[in-house]
Nanobody
């Protein structure tokens, strides 16, 4: 599956953004889709994941602020990000896997990656 991430931008602290990950080349419904982020000089960090059956997982740093959802009819997974902080600044990537039993926070579990979208939180 080919994944394309979009929706990043510049936002003030406390603001919101909605990222989208659109799949092509294959139906999305069998995939677990995750969002990762990477800030300059830091390792890639898991943010959130939604399984093929709709279970959701979040990093502690984003719980209560971010919401992941999927619309299989539109081949899209979204990440609604509220109450954004400067520490959320990073390039955000979506990633997918057909494997059913994974450690969701491990990048190596995913076979397909989007190109990334920049999120900058700054006043």
């Amino acid at each position: 599956v080919q994944l394309q991430a979009s929706g990043g931008g510049l936002v003030q602290p406390g603001g919101s953004l909605r990222l989208s990950c659109v799949a092509s080349g294959s139906p999305l419904d069998g995939y677990a889709i995750a969002w990762f982020r990477q800030a300059p000089g830091k390792e890639r960090e898991a943010v959130s994941c939604i399984s093929s059956d709709g279970r959701t997982y979040y990093a502690d740093s984003v719980k209560g602020r971010f919401t992941i959802s999927r619309d299989n009819a539109k081949n899209t997974v979204s990440l609604q990000m509220n109450s954004l902080k400067p520490d959320d600044t990073a390039v955000y990537y979506c990633a997918g896997t057909l494997n059913r039993r994974i450690l969701w926070g491990i990048p190596q579990e995913y076979n397909d990656w989007g190109q990334g979208t920049q999120v900058t939180v700054s006043s």
